[in-house]
Nanobody
């Protein structure tokens, strides 16, 4: 079965950087339509962070992370990354990667229900 496994989380100071990885197995990587990153802070709903589409290689970001985070993929490694720079305490959350098998318009990329597969999450804590 499909497995998505996140790694790379941890504790970092304000202004620091982390790179999250999401390794996929159980399904040919190229058969996804795209992947995304979401996060859930304590006491809050899970929210969209970033997405990448396979067909266009376009990337999309939440306004809160635009200019600081970069989503990318490595087809040879079946892995999607989230490079996070200039981290802030408000970035503290559990980060989840997700994969979708349907092509979506830009406005639907943030819709969690459109993603079929999810990882278990990795904790990111940014200290002030």
């Amino acid at each position: 079965q499909v497995q998505l496994v996140e790694s790379g989380g941890g504790l970092v100071q304000t202004g620091g950087s982390l790179r999250l990885s999401c390794a996929s197995s159980g399904r040919t990587f190229s058969t996804y339509a795209g992947m995304g990153w979401f996060r859930q802070a304590p006491g809050k709903d899970r929210e969209f962070v970033a997405a990448i589409s396979w067909s266009t290689s376009n990337t999309y970001y939440a306004d809160s992370v635009k200019g600081r985070f970069t989503i990318s993929r490595d087809n040879a490694k079946n892995t999607v990354y989230l490079q996070m720079n200039s981290l802030k305490p408000e970035d503290t959350a559990v980060y989840y990667c997700a994969a979708r098998t349907v092509v979506l318009s830009r406005t639907l990329l943030t819709d969690q229900k459109k993603y079929s597969y999810w990882g278990q999450g990795t904790q990111v804590t940014v200290s002030s």
